[in-house]
């Protein structure tokens, strides 16, 4: 039997999982800011995957990038998310937030 495939489907599952409350607290924290860290890590796994022999190792590098890059549109998301009220807004930066009317209609 092969288990590659199910080590790197468990490594994606888990990856998307530590990625989620890293940016909720992110951006509660900081904003959108930390975009831009995002990005970096981003890139450089997805160019430490390209260089890495184990097939397993590459790809778990490569989706945790890719999820790192994933994450960028999603602390912006979650912004908005925050302004809608959906997620607890920090109040030392409320000044950032522009409420956004739900009973608003298109």
């Known amino acids: 039997m092969y288990f590659t495939g199910i080590i790197i489907a468990v490594a994606t599952f ?4 530590l990625w989620h409350p890293i940016v909720i607290k ?14 970096l890590v981003g890139i450089i796994c997805i160019v430490a995957a390209l260089f890495i022999e184990n097939a397993i190792a ?3 590098v490569g989706v945790f990038g890719a999820s790192a890059l994933w994450g960028i549109g999603e602390i912006f998301s979650q912004k908005k998310r925050v302004e809608k009220g959906w997620f607890p807004m920090n109040p030392k930066r409320r000044h950032e ?10």
């Open 14 to 17: 888990l990856t998307i999982g």
């Open 58 to 60: 590459s790809a778990v």
């Open 26 to 39: 992110a951006e509660y924290r900081w904003g959108t800011r930390p975009w831009i860290v995002f990005g």
């Open 97 to 106: 937030y522009q409420p956004i009317d739900t009973n608003e209609k298109p």
